[in-house]
C-alpha cells in the first residue's frame, strides 16, 4: 500500500484536476468499470487460459452476449489475449496480458479494505 506521502500527494494531484476526466481513477474504471468486467478479469486471474464456456459457468447471470462483448472490449484495452485455433470445432481461449496480471496488487487492495469494512459492521 502507499504511504501517506504518496496518498496526500495523490489527494493534491485530485483537488487540482479541472475535471474528471483528467482524473487517473476515472479512466481506469471507464477500462475495468461495469458489472462484468471485475468478474471476468477475476475469473482470468485464477487461471491462466479460460475458455468462454468455462468463464460463462463461473460468473453467475451473464448472458453469452454481454460476455463475448466484454471480453472483445478488455481485448481491445489490451487486458485480455484471445487465441483461436483454427480446429472443428473452433477452439477459443482467454488468459490475461501482463497489463491484465499488472491488476493482481489492485484486486489485493480491494480484498483488503473488503475485510476492514466488514469488520466494522
Sequence with gaps: MANE???QEYLNL???LENDDECPVKCTLDIIG??????ILLQLLKKDIVRF????RGISEI?????????????NDRLVK???YN?????VEYSLTDYGKSLLPLFYEI????NKYCERI
Design 14 to 16: 485530485l483537488k487540482e
Design 63 to 75: 448472458t453469452n452476449t454481454m460476455l463475448s462483448s466484454s471480453l472483445h472490449e478488455l481485448e
Design 5 to 7: 506521502q504518496k496518498l
Design 53 to 56: 464456456n468455462e468463464l460463462k
Design 111 to 114: 480484498a483488503v479494505w473488503w
Design 82 to 84: 484471445r487465441v483461436q
Design 87 to 91: 480446429e472443428m470445432p473452433v477452439r
Design 34 to 39: 461495469g458489472r462484468w468486467k471485475l468478474r
